[in-house]
């Protein structure tokens, strides 16, 4: 079985919680081969892999969104050779109306010889005129020029991704909605095998967060991009073989945004125990640590606002920032103006990439501050160690922190954007050594029962044997 992971600004070129899932699973299943397409935004530097590829990780390949920048604009435009059916249904795409039939819209899209190329189609007078009219019911007032430009920035990547060359698998697993998802989608059309979507957070809900906050996009266009991703979200949910989410309140919000219920299972993420030892190394003072790559959706200037209220209190007490610094230079920068601003440059240590295992054995406590997240593979890892936890009430987080019916609690959640919550609960567990004791054996048990490396790779293992009896029904026509 060759399984075709297919991730989108992640592995293997980008670190952080996803690309180490793909890895992990990945290398959990040596009897399986993987192939790995990788959707980047853009080919304006060289990329480099930031992992070591395992050995039945047979090929990578990597397409650029911006790749239709590279097309050639023809002088006399091809016109489209589309049935009156066939443009109605591109018209339901277009309009983003939820009644379209994905699987006849993206078989006309794949087929350049019907559809022409992507330039072709946004310069035939079909586009032309919808656009026309989708302006005249919906956006009229706006300025035109603004509208028709939106939409075809809109499209352009998108058509050209579905006029990719598909790469041969057994089964198409991608790990998130958006454009992953439209992939994985358009490779189980026309290859006529299996696809599985697993979502570690909500794509279309962190893109709606994304452009709320933007400043590229203003007005009404602003909801006309949120729409248009929570529309290409339900191509994913509705011809998925199999949706995986890592809890269940993602579970809840995709069945929300149209998930069939008997295509959706929880597997939670997993670490490998073994790896980890709740064995401390002996310092002194004490060490907060946060496993994180320094950028903007990890909040790390809250982390530093929270621990200069923590050095009022416990002065003898230090800050390691664990993780990559080189994804977005000048938010790394903002941090460390914050950090000289603040007079912590003797206390604040960022530590690059390094073996996170190693600096769990020195560490107190473990926070996290995101403003986003699915299930933290980072807290995971600091409660393998027998760390407690401080984290923001985002994801599985309060999930796998609060006490449930097996353990007490392994830590704190708080607020988000909240510096001195944070720091009176980093606090409260520097200050009290039973308590810091008690939630870190209590993480440690919790993982231990339910969220171990075995567990998670044996769900996975079970899922790609469903679907290559799948993939043998389809080719005998049975289902």
Sequence with gaps: MIICIIAEGAYPYITGGVSSWIHQLISGLPNKEFKVLSIMPSKKEELEYRYTLPRNLIEVKTIYLDDYLHLQQRLTPKKLRLTNIEKEEILKFIYMDASVDWKACFEIIAREK???STIDFLQSDFFWEAMVKLYQEKYEGESFNTFFWTIRTMFLPFIHLLQQESMIADVYHAVSTGYAGIIGVLFQIMQRKSFILTEHGIYAREREEEILKAKWVTGVYKKLWIDFFYFISTAAYREADKIVTLFERNRQIELNLGAPVDRTFIIPNGVDLMQYTTEKIDHSGYHVGA???VVPIKDVMTLIRAFKIVKTH?????????????EDEEYYHECENLIRLLGLENDVIFTGRVDVRTYLKMMDVIVLTSISEGQPLVILEGMAAGVPIVSTDVGSCRELLDK????????FITSLVSPHETAGKIVRLLENGVLR?????NGRKRV???????QF??????IYQELGWTKIWRALDLR
């Design 448 to 454: 231990e029962r339910a969220y171990s490396r075995e």
């Design 437 to 441: 004791k008690n939630m870190g054996a």
């Design 314 to 326: 416990i002065d003898f007490t230090k800050l390691y920032l664990i993780g990559p610094t080189d």
């Design 291 to 293: 496993i994180l790559r």
């Design 404 to 411: 449930n019916a097996y353990e007490d609690a392994c830590g």
């Design 114 to 116: 019907k559809l022409g």
């Design 457 to 462: 790779i044996e769900g996975y293992k079970k």
